[in-house]
């Protein structure tokens, strides 16, 4: 079927192919374009199934209207609902988006932003970034090349970043343990642990233990994400086996506590009996996990919406200062850590 143009619309209507355009492209109150008329470009637009090349566009007036997002990995549920939310977004404002996966390797995600700055055109770029050094960062800030930090933030450059308080969140649910009795608290990380995300939660559940006068040795492990099946089984044996075993765990996101779940069955060991598993990081499968995973849940959507607002305030030459948002997060109690046993409630 022939891609409808807009000579296509002008010679339905009898009109000019710059009236048309300039209805398109939204300017047609500058020009004195009668509401009536406007109303019935964009009608026989939509009857034609009309549909801008963006190319030509882009070529023609210097802008792609393409923002692009960079995630670890697209797969996980908690960057696919800030994806989806970004995408919802940037579409309302008559953005495209395009969305890659670093899958944690920093040499990767160096090459996607090259890849969408330079040959994508992208107008912004909103990262959850994988990268230690900040040698790319700097020269796009050099450059006052848009970009929006999510999730992650590089350390020592001041950024536009949106997150949430990883430290509160990390203690509160530790402390939550706490007080229901758990003393050996193990926590299972994972590699790039430089990630700022990570450190921040790994602080919050030394400090819960240290408020509470906790010491224990061999309690934090790393896991590989790129062999995490593996390792957290591996971390899990070590930590729930020999005289210094946990009676508790704390993953750091959500991709550690399902691979912890499927080794702590393999033990047959039972949760929270044997030993409660909480997460940092919600997902709707926990609802339904046997037993039901006692998490801290991040505001999603609400960090997809804060992103694309300041990324667009400097698409648009408003960006000012470097902003941080950071957002609340939420305890949110099931039965994994032994509530409903200490308390009679889950």
Not at 59 to 69: A, E, Q, W
Not at 132 to 146: I, M, R, Y
Not at 217 to 239: C, G, M, Q, R, W
Request: with cysteine.
């Amino acid at each position: 079927m022939k891609r409808a143009s807009l000579k296509d619309i002008a010679e339905a209507l009898n009109v000019s192919k710059t009236l048309v355009s300039l209805v398109l492209n939204n300017k047609a109150e500058q020009w004195g374009i009668s509401e009536a008329t406007q109303k019935k470009v964009f009608k026989k637009a939509e009857e034609l199934n009309y549909h801008p090349n963006q190319m030509a566009r882009g070529l023609r007036t210097g802008k792609s209207n393409i923002i692009g997002l960079v995630v670890a990995d697209i797969s996980n549920p908690f960057y696919a609902k800030i994806s989806r939310t970004i995408e919802r977004e940037v579409t309302k404002l008559g953005y495209q988006l395009l969305v890659c996966s670093s899958d944690e390797v920093a040499e990767k995600e160096y090459k996607l932003i090259e890849l969408l700055k330079d040959r994508q055109r992208v107008e912004g770029l909103i990262l959850a970034t994988t990268q230690e050094k900040n040698d790319q960062f700097l020269q796009l800030k050099k450059e006052q090349f848009p970009m929006v930090f999510i999730d992650r933030k590089p350390e020592d450059m001041p950024s536009h970043y949106v997150g949430v308080d990883n430290y509160k969140g990390a203690f509160d649910i530790v402390e939550h343990m706490i007080k229901l009795g758990r003393r050996k608290i193990g926590l299972i990380n994972v590699s790039p642990t430089y990630i700022s995300t990570l450190q921040e939660r790994v602080e919050g559940y030394k400090d819960a233990l240290k408020k509470h006068n906790i010491k224990l040795t061999n309690a934090v492990h790393a896991v590989s994400y790129n062999d995490i099946e593996k390792t957290t089984e591996d971390a899990v044996n070590s930590l729930l086996t020999g005289t210094s075993a946990m009676d508790a765990l704390f993953t750091v996101n959500n991709y550690v506590a399902v691979n912890c779940l499927q080794a702590i069955h393999k033990m047959e060991r039972r949760i929270p009996e044997d030993v409660a598993l909480v997460c940092f990081d919600d997902m709707d499968a926990f609802k339904f996990s046997h037993p039901p995973v006692t998490t801290i849940a991040q505001p999603l959507e609400k960090i997809g919406e804060e992103a694309v607002k300041l990324l667009i305030k400097q698409v648009n030459g408003k960006g000012g200062a470097p902003q941080t948002k950071i957002l609340p997060t939420k305890l949110v109690i099931r039965k994994s850590c032994g509530s409903f046993l200490k308390q009679g409630n889950s």
